[in-house]
């Protein structure tokens, strides 16, 4: 149904340029539902905003239906019949009623009559649980009723595919799940959907395919069990364990321990991780780089904490170590009971990296 051959999007000003989209290519067919998750300003809304020519691409092709959609001579007015858009900010008329916000389209660009436009319009406000609200102005709603507003909007201009870009994150948290059973009643009638969200949970259930976008690309794309469970690349990995990190990155012996010390208590205050393990991870790296590394080169401790998993991990890395060892001390050695009696675990040395799990 779409298709998307090395999207380039640069955004310029008169003193610099912007690369936001550098190489984005994929295929969505009819009937998928795809979410879009990623860090913020890595290009989602730009992404969905350049599929419906809100936004006009640098370079590529985008297909829709057969139909190069960049090609200038394309009615952009046409296109967007075919796929509706719904914002964070709903950008209902504020001074329309409910009713009047949802047939303004189909009479105007669809050529409905006032009976039919309202007729299907009720039928929808129904089916977003609004029936009672068609004479109300926007202002007299919350925000979650907003954005069901917006969505029968949508759908009242029978699109083949909608756009959702963060359709709940303006919204109070008690309000997001109304939204989303709206959007999962959609997914379960077969509606084509691409949807930007960091409702991972939501993502999880509701997408047949999940693009990671990361880098101006879709960095890791795969069915919502592939990314969330098994993510291949290092980015994905730590966006979607939510992995909050804290790295040194020490030169020679002359390395600072009070003050590393010091770091590593506000890291794990930070996460509520407690006064044992904040003290196993600083008797850890004081006996690793005391008595159980050969400071043969520089040394990076990278400690990573999952806010998904509740894992906690110290990484050490030798540099400039060909097959790094626990050396200067066996396996008997007591610093390395010690260790190992403060932590969950401690791996074999593996290309010169050690990981102890707390
Ligand atoms: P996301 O939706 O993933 O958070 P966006 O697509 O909104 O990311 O933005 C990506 C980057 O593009 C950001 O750095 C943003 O500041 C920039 N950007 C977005 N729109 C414009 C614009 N109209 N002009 C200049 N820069 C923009
Ligand atoms: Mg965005």
């Known amino acids: 149904m779409i298709t998307v051959r090395h999207l380039k999007k640069v955004f310029k000003d008169s003193s610099k340029e912007l690369t936001v989209l ?3 290519n994929c295929e969505i067919r009819k009937g998928e539902v795809i979410s879009i998750i990623g860090p913020s300003g890595t290009g989602k809304s730009t992404f969905l905003r350049c599929l419906n020519r809100l936004e006009e691409a640098t370079a590529g092709h985008i297909e829709i239906d057969g139909v190069d959609i960049l090609d ?14 719904v914002f964070q900010n709903f ?3 504020e001074h329309l009623t409910i009713l009047d916000n949802i047939t303004l389209c189909p009479r105007t660009l669809l050529g409905q009559s006032k009976a039919d436009a309202e007729k299907r319009g009720m039928e929808l406000l129904e089916m977003v649980g ?3 609200k068609a004479g109300s102005l926007p202002s007299e709603l919350s925000g979650g009723q907003k954005q069901r507003a917006a969505i029968a909007r949508c759908l009242a201009m029978n699109p083949e595919i909608i756009l959702f870009d963060e359709p709940t994150s303006a919204l109070d948290p008690t309000m997001v799940s109304e939204v989303l059973a709206v959007i999962r009643r959609l997914a379960a009638q077969g509606m084509t959907m691409a949807i930007v969200s960091h409702e991972m949970q939501f993502v999880r259930d509701v997408s047949t395919r999940v693009f990671f976008m990361y880098g101006g690309e879709i960095y890791e794309e795969g069915t919502p069990q592939q990314i969330f469970d098994a993510p291949q690349k290092p980015v994905t990995k730590a966006f979607v364990n939510r992995i909050r990190s804290l790295n040194f990155r020490l030169e020679n012996r002359h390395y600072d321990l009070y003050g590393m010390f010091g770091q590593i208590e506000t890291f794990c205050s930070k ?3 407690g006064n044992s393990r904040t003290m196993a991870v600083q008797h850890t790296v004081e006996e690793m780089l005391s008595e159980i590394l050969p400071f043969t080169g520089p040394v990076s401790l990278d400690l990573e904490y999952s806010e998904k998993t509740y894992g906690l991990s110290l ?3 030798q540099e400039n170590v060909s097959s790094p060892v626990l050396s200067g001390c ?3 050695s007591v610093s390395l009971k010690l260790v190992r009696g403060m932590s969950k675990s401690v791996s074999e040395p593996e290309n010169g990296l ?3 799990e707390f």
Do not use: C, E, P, Q
């Open 72 to 85: 200038r001579r394309v009615d952009a007015s046409l296109l967007r019949r075919k796929m509706g858009m």
């Open 91 to 93: 950008n209902l008329f």
């Open 315 to 317: 990484l050490i890395t």
């Open 354 to 356: 050690i990981r102890v």
């Open 271 to 273: 996460y509520g991780l």
């Open 22 to 24: 550098s190489d984005v």
């Open 130 to 132: 609004l029936h009672d």
């Open 330 to 332: 066996d396996s008997d």
